[in-house]
T-cell receptor
Framework: EDKVVQSPLSLVVHEGDTVTLNCSYE??????LLWYKQEKKAPTFLFML????IEKKSGRLSSILDKKELFSILNITATQTGDSAVYLC????????????FGTGTSLTVIP | NAGVMQNPRHLVRRRGQEARLRCSPM?????VYWYRQLPEEGLKFMVY????????ESGMPKERFSAEFPKEGPSILRIQQVVRGDSAAYFC????????????FGPGTRLLVL
């Protein structure tokens, strides 16, 4: 059965710390992996990864995909209180099916 | 414990027809959220419902779209007189409670309007 597992489930850090969030997946006919940040309403799109080993960066956030080991990590450096949110990982399945499999998220709390 | 179920997974409609998308939340969850994902964009919030109540529909288009979450049965997102611009993936999520509670997402329904 296809699935996406995120770890840790929750994390509390101090401002300035660096965090690494993990997403492992078992999805047949993988197409892409997406990271979202969810604060109040809709999840905000962060990254889409399709190729292994190519890091994507946006400010203090970066992400990379390993298609051989079937996981992705999301790094946040110099964390700020505004980074507090739930970070969701979603994997898109077959090209013809376009099914999304969401993880349950990692809840990150950054304290001053 | 089955996760959030959505059906159909794929729906094809001609312009002017009605589309009905169903979402069965996780067992024990009484909060349902609907999102729309347009190509190359993130998820956009549409509506948040509790059993028999619409709590927040600020993301729902004013016309043609409606949602319900009856006491018994799944939540339904209904789109009347569909247009090509309605083609998108529609995701449903459920949670046990409001606020910071984790939302569990369904696999989505892909609507294609011809």
């Amino acid at each position: 059965e296809d699935k996406v597992v995120q770890s840790p489930l929750s994390l509390v850090v101090h401002e300035g710390d660096t965090v690494t969030l993990n997403c492992s997946y078992e999805v047949t006919n993988f197409r892409s992996l997406l990271w979202y940040k969810q604060e109040k309403k809709a999840p905000t799109f962060l990254f889409m990864l399709t190729s292994s080993g190519i890091e994507k960066k946006s400010g203090r956030l970066s992400s990379i995909l390993d298609k051989k080991e079937l996981f992705s990590i999301l790094n946040i450096t110099a964390t700020q209180t505004g980074d507090s949110a739930v970070y969701l990982c979603a994997v898109e399945g077959p090209c013809t099916g376009n099914q999304f499999y969401f993880g349950t998220g990692t809840s990150l709390t950054v304290i001053p | 414990n089955a996760g959030v179920m959505q059906n159909p997974r794929h729906l094809v409609r001609r312009r002017g027809q009605e589309a009905r998308l169903r979402c069965s939340p996780m067992k024990g969850h009484s909060h349902v959220y609907w999102y729309r994902q347009l190509p190359e964009e993130g998820l956009k919030f549409m509506v948040y419902l509790q059993k028999e109540n619409i709590i927040d529909e600020s993301g729902m288009p004013k016309e043609r779209f409606s949602a319900e979450f009856p006491k018994e049965g799944p939540s339904i997102l209904r789109i009347q007189q569909v247009v090509r611009g309605d083609s998108a993936a529609y995701f449903c999520a459920s949670s046990h409670d409001r606020g910071q509670e984790t939302q569990y997402f369904g696999p989505g329904t892909r609507l294609l309007v011809l």
